[in-house]
């Protein structure tokens, strides 16, 4: 009985060390960031957004004017994560006529300089702009499709 242990134990011992840096891996402990990516709506009417990664899909969202839309996640151990949006809204309440643009709202390759753990983007008639906190601007980044 005791000869199961002993060989048993160092078993543990060996293993236990490949668990926790399994765990840290998984959960991206020493690589990933907490990103936020926050939609604006500052358009005359209310705006719809569908926002996708390789992996997700968020679904359909619909902003109302003047509120945003905020979803959150962590980068991969690669290095490219990448979450794009499309965003469609009427260019008047009655009319049957649509604005819209796909675009990146998130890349790990870019948008780095103004984009770090909070990405902040502005609906606006004019087109799509992404905040710049470092120098408190606005850079138009999109046009609408129309």
């Not at 840096?21 to 020493?30: A, H, I």
Request: glycine share 2%; aromatic share 20%.
């Amino acid at each position: 009985m005791n000869s199961t242990r002993f060989p048993m134990f160092y078993i543990c011992l060996i293993l236990f060390p490949f668990t926790q840096l399994t765990s840290c891996v998984y959960s991206d402990f020493f690589w990933a960031k907490d990103v936020d990516v926050i939609l604006k709506n500052e358009l005359h009417v209310p705006a719809n957004v569908r926002c996708k990664s390789r992996d997700n899909d968020l679904g359909d969202h619909e902003i109302s004017i003047g509120n945003t839309y905020k979803f959150s996640f962590k980068t991969n151990f690669w290095g490219t994560t990448l979450f794009w949006c499309k965003i469609w809204y009427k260019k008047y309440p009655n009319s049957e006529k649509y604005s819209e643009a796909n675009f990146e709202v998130y890349s790990s390759e870019s948008h780095t300089e103004h984009c770090d753990h909070i990405c902040t983007w502005e609906l606006l008639d004019s087109g799509i702009y992404s905040y710049d906190p470092y120098n408190n601007r606005s850079i138009k980044e999109y046009d609408w499709n129309n």
